[in-house]
């Protein structure tokens, strides 16, 4: 597997949204599972969200829970987290991986950074 290419980072306001993207083109991307994460400065990465292979199940972390929605596109090989109602403790680096694939590896992430 290839490193897998996050975009659509940037700077907001508290309350605003950002919508990212990931593409994982010529990786079966379909019979996967797939997951977001974050790494604030300072701080371990942690689970954002996922979503099963065909999207019928997403699972959040509390913390985002009500405001961000992963979603993914198969015909294009991309999956999605839409965030809305952004807050400062949102700011962080954030990634997505294959579910549950051991050694998959991580790319350069996209920096989300909400001003209060």
């Known amino acids: 597997q290839v490193p897998l290419i996050e975009s659509g980072g940037g700077l907001v306001q508290t309350g605003g949204s950002l919508r990212l993207s990931c593409a994982a083109s010529?990786?079966?991307?379909?019979?996967?599972?797939m997951a977001w994460f974050r790494q604030a400065p300072g701080k371990e990465r942690e689970f954002v969200a996922n979503?099963?292979?065909?999207?019928?199940?997403?699972t959040y972390a509390d913390s985002v829970k009500g405001r961000f929605t992963i979603s993914r596109d198969n015909a294009k090989d991309t999956v999605f987290l839409q965030m809305n109602d952004l807050k400062p403790e949102d700011t962080a680096v954030y990634y997505c991986?294959?579910?549950?694939?051991?050694?998959?590896?991580w790319g350069q992430g996209t920096q989300v950074t909400v001003s209060s």
């Open positions: 991986n294959f579910w549950g694939v051991d050694g998959a590896p």
């Open positions: 010529g990786q079966s991307f379909s019979s996967y599972a």
């Open positions: 979503i099963n292979y065909s999207g019928s199940r997403t």
